[in-house]
């Protein structure tokens, strides 16, 4: 008798769990009333706390974009650090909703993983730091050098290949976080740091001396960055994927935090009616509310006001638009239409 | 009616008897932990699938892809996962043993110390087990490895002669090119081990026999020096050494000892040295002070009693726990990971899980691996304890 109990109770608890993982997250995340997001333990300009211990950064934006967008709320967040090892697993495990760590976007990842990757929020390579005083000028002349890097990435087999491709041999030296990799390359443990060029710079600004080294113009792979979810659940990979391409496309309109209010009640044109949600339903096709757009642009600001926050070349980082300008100035952004 | 009831005997149920009940609970625990383990393992066969994650043990025959430094066995990134795995092993169990070697020394040396009767020497023992067995372990092989990066950098390297160099990658030694006729001085060893046995067994028996004493310690220990020099330089000395030069950036050439790896074994040594120490304090306090005196009443020589009296019977007391500590050592060297030296978890259970994404088949793996490196050693000195324990007569 208690055995039938315990096994018919052990078969519900089963078809819970199983039922868990095919059940909808945006419902999930508004019964619970925050957004659980994974981002990194710590990068400069794109997650890291402040002096007050808030996060910010644009990967960071990007979590709050979408807390927004479900409750127009930027901190209803929780906010997990990840390492390039563990994230996702904790992804897969369900204990976050969204990653939003500079994750490359990879074949594998996205296929063999269970991950559905949304869209990229800022187009990255991978280059090579070096100290000035040892007169490298190209990663061409980097045989027989160490190299610092952080496990858990592309970056160990985006290096591999490219020492591979051009006869080097180098020296791995390759160590679990991103500061224990920066430790050992200025105590002169190794001659090169490599990762995302992004996170040279923002590690650069970190280091003691920064004008002592210098970032190698070769850039070795894509890197395309973005957030990501599990694989199934469309309906909250659409919200996801519809708050990133609304930022965009808010820059692409010339809607910012500073205007939003106003074109909102006035619409400079049909597309800025439709993202802001003062003429069609958008929002409820997505499950959340009309004015979901109008709240993300008003709270965190268009990509570009974004960017400049963050990583910009007013910030510490410096950071060029570059290859994350819009398609029309010369960058590759470029969001499908509104409509 | 009632002559009935009488005639038959109360049926006793079941539940009093108590070998029935012994049975019966025991087949129930069997039962439900048969079930758990089902219940997991099916739960979690179906949430990987419904995640779309693909599962199985295909992905160790692909290309790792991924470079390692300092491997024992031959390595690059165009190796597949498993010999990554591979690597990965012979690492772990490369630090493990040199762990448990230095580890040993040195707790002996430690636990001895521990005793002494001069008060400075028996103190700084005491404090060095206090402080190293109560800070953690990762912590003191970030402190060593930090004290190894603060050395010299490479061009500034301490020169150590014979083409040896130290600096904040470890120790730079020549390494050897054997020439053809080298195999001829191995050879020479082995004979002159095997000899050197015969030797003993021989001098003993005719000590049994004759009372006639040999000195078969000295004559081994000089036919094993003698014969392999004497056979070294009758066949030309065929061996030559490739001296590490400083290229560029690096040293090419030579041998390695890498920083990680100094770091790792000292900290692993170092700390399993205190827990050792204290383990062959209590075996020789374990020891009756009756029996030494003894042994001096039967006048044996003081270094005799403690070769022949003291110590045999404190390595009852010392073994059992000093398997424990042993593997506690190769276990703790999983936490090399940390600072990149290639064992297990940095291998198979680090860069291989994240670049292949198949948690669950690599963690299983570095479980499996660590689990039967354990019951080996476990093995081994079980049979070492049978070997030295009381045989009563």
């Not at chain 1, 990194?40 to 934006?61: M, S």
């Not at chain 1, 002169?188 to 992004?198: H, K, L, M, Q």
């Not at chain 1, 309109?253 to 209010?261: I, M, R």
């Not at chain 2, 191995?186 to 028996?205: H, M, N, Q, T, Y």
Request: net charge negative; charged share 15%.
């Amino acid at each position: 008798m208690r055995l039938t109990t315990l096994l018919a109770t052990a078969a519900a608890v089963a078809t819970v769990s199983a039922g868990v993982a095919a059940a909808g997250t945006l419902d999930d995340v508004k019964a619970r009333g925050s957004l659980s997001c994974g981002v990194t333990t710590g990068l400069a300009g794109f997650a890291a706390p402040n002096d007050q211990g808030r996060w910010e950064g644009l990967d960071v934006d990007m979590c709050r974009a979408v807390a927004v967008a479900i409750f127009n709320d930027p901190d209803a967040v929780t906010f997990t650090p990840t390492t390039g090892k563990d994230r996702f697993t904790v992804l897969q495990s369900g204990e976050i909703d969204m990653l939003a760590r500079n994750t490359t976007w990879t074949f594998s990842r996205d296929v063999n993983l269970g991950f559905e990757f949304l869209g990229v929020n800022y187009y990255d390579g991978q280059g090579f730091m070096v100290r000035k005083d040892l007169g490298v000028n190209s990663a061409k002349e980097l045989d027989g050098a160490a190299v610092c890097i952080q496990t858990g990435t592309t970056t160990e087999l985006n290096l591999a290949d490219f020492f591979r491709a051009n006869n080097m041999s180098f020296e791995p030296v390759v160590v679990e976080t991103g500061d224990q990799a920066r430790q050992a390359y200025e105590a002169g443990r190794c001659d090169v740091y490599t990762t995302d060029a992004s996170g040279l710079a923002a590690q650069r600004a970190g280091m003691s001396d920064p004008s002592a080294h210098k970032i190698l113009p070769e850039i070795i792979s894509k890197e395309p960055l973005g957030p990501l979810v599990r694989h199934g659940d469309h309906q909250w990979g659409d919200v996801v994927r519809w708050t990133l391409n609304a930022m965009i496309t808010a820059e692409e309109l010339g809607v910012t935090s500073a205007n939003v209010e106003e074109q909102s009640a006035n619409p400079s044109s049909p597309e800025v009616a439709r993202l802001l949600g003062s003429e069609g339903d958008l929002g409820e096709q997505l499950g959340l509310s009309t004015d979901w757009a109008k709240n993300v642009i008003a709270r965190i600001g268009n990509y570009s006001e974004s960017f400049e926050r963050n990583i910009g070349v007013n910030t510490p980082i410096g950071l060029e638009r570059g290859l994350n300008a819009l398609w029309r100035d010369g960058g590759i952004l470029y969001t499908p239409p509104f409509r | 009616m009632a002559t009935e009831t009488l005639a038959t005997p109360r049926r006793s149920s079941l539940w009093t008897d108590q070998k029935f009940r012994s049975i019966f609970f025991q087949a129930l625990t069997i039962g439900i932990l048969g079930f758990a383990i089902a219940f997991i393992a099916h739960n979690t066969a179906t949430n990987l699938e419904n995640r779309g994650i693909a599962s199985g043990f295909g992905f160790l025959s692909n290309t790792a892809g991924y470079e390692l430094e300092n491997t024992l066995i031959p390595y690059n990134s165009t190796d597949t996962h498993f010999r990554a795995f591979l690597v990965g092993l012979t690492g772990t169990l490369f630090v493990a043993f040199f762990g448990c070697i230095v580890a040993t020394v040195f707790g002996f040396i430690l636990g001895v110390l521990r005793l002494s009767h001069n008060f400075l020497i028996n103190r700084v023992a005491y404090v060095y087990v206090e402080i190293v067995r109560n800070v953690p372990l990762l912590l003191q092989i970030f402190v060593w490895w930090a004290i190894l990066l603060a050395l010299p950098v490479v061009r500034e390297s301490f020169y150590l002669g014979s083409g040896m160099y130290f600096y904040n990658g470890g120790l730079k030694a020549p390494s050897p090119i054997f020439g053809d006729l080298f195999w001829m001085t191995p050879v020479a060893l082995f004979v002159a081990i095997g000899a050197a046995i015969g030797i003993g067994r021989w001098a003993k028996k005719r000590q049994d026999a004759t009372g006639e004493t040999f000195p078969a310690f000295w004559t081994g220990l000089g036919l094993i020096f003698a014969l392999p020099v004497m056979t070294f330089f009758a066949t030309g000395a065929p061996l030559e050494w490739e001296v590490p030069t400083l290229g560029r950036f690096r040293f090419s050439g030579g041998l390695a000892i890498t920083d990680m790896f100094l770091a790792l074994l000292i900290a692993l040594a170092a700390y399993t040295a205190a827990f050792i120490a204290e383990i062959v304090r209590a075996g020789i306090l374990a020891v009756n002070k009756g029996q030494t005196e003894a042994a001096y009443a039967l006048g044996l020589k003081p270094n005799w009693t403690l070769r022949l009296v003291v110590i045999p019977q404190a390595l009852r007391v010392i073994v059992p726990p000093l398997t424990s500590q042993y593997l506690n050592l190769t276990k703790n060297s999983s936490l090399g990971a940390f600072i990149g030296y290639p064992e297990l978890v940095a291998t198979i259970g680090g860069i291989t899980l994240n670049q292949t994404g198949q948690a669950v088949e690599c963690i299983l793996i570095t479980m499996a691996v660590y689990l039967t490196i354990s019951l080996s050693i476990s093995a081994f000195m079980n049979w070492y304890n049978r070997s030295i324990a009381l045989v009563e007569r």
